[in-house]
Antibody, heavy 118, light 110 residues
Framework: QLSESGGGLVQPGGSLRLSCVAS????????MSWVRQAPGKGLDWVSG????????YYADSVKGRFTISRDDSKSTLYLQMNNVRAGDAAVYYC?????????????WGQGTLVTVSS | QSVLTQPPSASGTPGQRVTISCSEG????????VSWYQQLPGAAPKLLIC???QRPSGVPDRFSGSKSGTSASLAISGLRSEDEADYYC???????????FGGGTKLTVL
């Protein structure tokens, strides 16, 4: 099970940290990703991290602004969002990969909503 | 840049068989596996097909996937009203080291 939190209202240029708490599996053994969905739009992969956190991956649209990390002792995935833009407004889902990042993401959490407005 | 192209909409009547296509616009992902997701209104995406054609446990065998060359397809047979949802294909781009999702297909059961 995956449960996201940390969403909310953020001003353009502001920062926000999302969290995703995992349960029911050995978190440290699995790659994880963040995928977002703007209102009425399709799915947009944001970032991924390998099991153990040695490798991280980012969509070009968020490189240099977002940082993915994990704390395996807390079974928690994070997404630090800096210099947030209007286009970052979306529901953010965390998802577990089938061990490796290149394998399909499933299951997904219920999502947390990020709203960007001044 | 990798692109997965899906038709924006599809429709069928109960009991019919419908097919949703997913065309890969980049050779970067032509050799990788395609996954398919179903997203019901207000819900998180749910995996339907992985590795082009494999169904996870619990997914009805009415759903099937295939891939040939640079195109993949999701077929739904015995269409039901509860199949009305958005469907997405996805693949890992080994060159860009990123996941790519298709734009999604809204399935309407008439």
């Amino acid at each position: 099970q995956l449960s996201e939190s940390g969403g909310g209202l953020v001003q353009p240029g502001g920062s926000l940290r999302l969290s995703c708490v995992a349960s029911g599996f050995n978190f440290g053994n699995y790659a994880m990703s963040w995928v977002r969905q703007a209102p009425g739009k399709g799915l947009d992969w944001v970032s991924g991290i390998s099991g153990g956190g040695t490798q991280t991956y980012y969509a070009d649209s968020v490189k240099g602004r977002f940082t993915i990390s994990r704390d395996d002792s807390k079974s928690t995935l994070y997404l630090q969002m800096n210099n947030v833009r209007a286009g970052d407004a979306a529901v953010y889902y965390c998802a577990r990969h089938n061990v490796y990042t290149a394998n399909w993401p499933d299951p997904w959490g219920q999502g947390t909503l990020v709203t960007v407005s001044s | 840049q990798s692109v997965l192209t899906q038709p924006p909409s599809a429709s069928g009547t109960p009991g019919q068989r419908v097919t949703i296509s997913c065309s890969e616009g980049s050779s970067n992902i032509a050799s990788t596996s395609v996954s398919w997701y179903q997203q019901l209104p207000g819900a998180a995406p749910k995996l339907l097909i992985c590795n082009n054609h494999q169904r996870p446990s619990g997914v009805p065998d009415r759903f099937s996937g295939s891939k040939s060359g640079t195109s993949a397809s999701l077929a739904i047979s015995g269409l039901r009203s509860e199949d009305e949802a958005d469907y997405y294909c996805a693949a890992w781009d080994y060159s860009m080291l990123a996941w790519v999702f298709g734009g999604g297909t809204k399935l309407t059961v008439l």
